[in-house]
């Protein structure tokens, strides 16, 4: 793998107590400052648009079937020989992570780590990050910029919902990121309902689900310590919880509304 990328534990001594900014790149629906900055209150010190060598964007985070099936995550990869630059058009296979830094004070760092499950979802990691200069150039700074994946992942065809591209695809646009990236967002499918079955799945879920999750994560949010990690029961909750979901989906569920992850 890309050498330079260190991936740490939850529990790592790097995130308890920092007492510096610290570079915080996100690739997902954090791409969007808007969202990040109103959503969590978060004030960044400064936002460069980056690119990592060595990890690459996919969408394998598993959310909840026909209503958010899929997120953005990241994992690693062997970067390719050919670099991303203007004039070679990103299509998504290059072995490299495009996103945007942000330099967050030590409290805003911790916010992000317990608003992003308190550890109960995530592996963080430090990634050398080379900055873009405003023609997409890469430029010859670089910084480094922790990040998170999520290792539990799901396998197969899947895709996130219209809403969350469009949040990709708006914070791309926000963030001025170069033009071949945003294009290669807009041409990712997202998850649609086209039956009436999976209309009857997604008012299941709804009902079913989505009550006791939002309680969880506010739950998590509430009992997340100072260092943005959430206790062990926490953690087991959590897998108990999305392992029940899923796997009475692929046991019964996909059979009886149809797809909640992959239909287009």
């Not at 969007?32 to 060595?54: C, E, H, Q, W, Y």
């Not at 799901?154 to 996130?160: E, F, N, P, V």
Request: hydrophobic share 40%; with cysteine; proline share 8%.
């Amino acid at each position: 793998m890309a050498s330079g990328i260190q991936v740490l534990s939850p529990t790592s001594p790097e995130l308890a107590a920092p007492t510096e900014p610290r570079w915080y790149l996100a690739y997902g629906s954090n791409l969007s400052a808007t969202g990040f900055v109103v959503k969590r209150n978060i004030t960044p010190l400064d936002t460069k648009v980056v690119i990592v060598d060595g990890l690459t964007l996919t969408f394998d985070n598993p959310g909840v079937p026909y209503i958010e099936p899929r997120f953005a995550n990241c994992r690693l990869v062997e970067p390719a020989a050919e670099q991303w630059s203007p004039e070679n058009p990103w299509m998504g296979d290059r072995g490299s992570l495009m996103g945007v830094a942000y330099l967050l004070s030590p409290a805003d760092f911790l916010t992000i780590l317990r608003s992003e499950g308190g550890g109960t979802s995530y592996q963080p990691l430090i990634a050398p990050a080379a900055p873009l200069a405003a023609d997409g150039a890469r430029t010859q700074q670089v910084i480094n910029a922790y990040t998170l994946l999520t290792p539990t992942t799901r396998r197969g065809t899947g895709y996130a919902s219209l809403r969350y591209m469009n949040l990709l695809r708006n914070g791309a646009r926000e963030q001025h990121m170069p033009e071949p990236y945003i294009a290669y967002l807009d041409s990712i499918p997202s998850y649609r309902i086209t039956s009436f079955r999976q209309k009857i799945g997604r008012l299941v879920h709804i009902v079913v689900w989505m009550p006791g999750l939002l309680v969880f994560f506010r739950i998590v949010a509430r009992l997340s310590s100072k260092t943005g990690r959430a206790p062990k029961p926490i953690l087991w909750t959590r897998r108990a919880l999305f392992g029940t979901m899923w796997g009475l989906y692929d046991l019964l569920g996909k059979w009886v509304f149809g797809d909640g992850e992959a239909s287009s």
